[in-house]
Nanobody
Framework: VQLQASGGGLVQPGGSLRLSCEAS????????MGWYRQAPGKERELVAT???????QYLDAVKGRFTISRGNDKNTVYLQMNSLKPEDTAVYYC?????????????????WGQGTQVTVSS
């Protein structure tokens, strides 16, 4: 399983960015995909997750500003970030935690993607 994240960058406060992350190599039968972030000197924290059935979970600090969604193929996850604040500055990591089948045998796997830097600054 490989995860490829993209979409980070530099944006002014109040601006928007959209992060994307595609899982390749396998097709998950069911999975939870999501985003974490880690700011300098802070621990990694959960930003948002979305399950196969569509259930979503958000960090309180981003509710109403960030929206997580999945592509039709279910192997891609997006994070639309609006009304960005300087405190949203961090490296954002995508993650997939799910089950796929290899030769009819279920395989559980949790995989992290490489981080993508989001900087909110004027």
């Amino acid at each position: 399983v490989q995860l490829q994240a993209s979409g980070g960058g530099l944006v002014q406060p109040g601006g928007s960015l959209r992060l994307s992350c595609e899982a390749s190599g396998v097709i998950f039968s069911f999975s939870t995909m999501g985003w974490y972030r880690q700011a300098p000197g802070k621990e990694r924290e959960l930003v948002a997750t979305i399950a196969s059935a569509g259930d979503k979970q958000y960090l309180d600090a981003v509710k109403g500003r960030f929206t997580i969604s999945r592509g039709n193929d279910k192997n891609t996850v997006y994070l639309q970030m609006n009304s960005l604040k300087p405190e949203d500055t961090a490296v954002y990591y995508c993650v997939v935690d799910g089950v796929y089948y290899r030769d009819s045998v279920p395989v559980a796997e949790k995989k992290w993607g490489q981080g993508t830097q989001v900087t909110v600054s004027s």
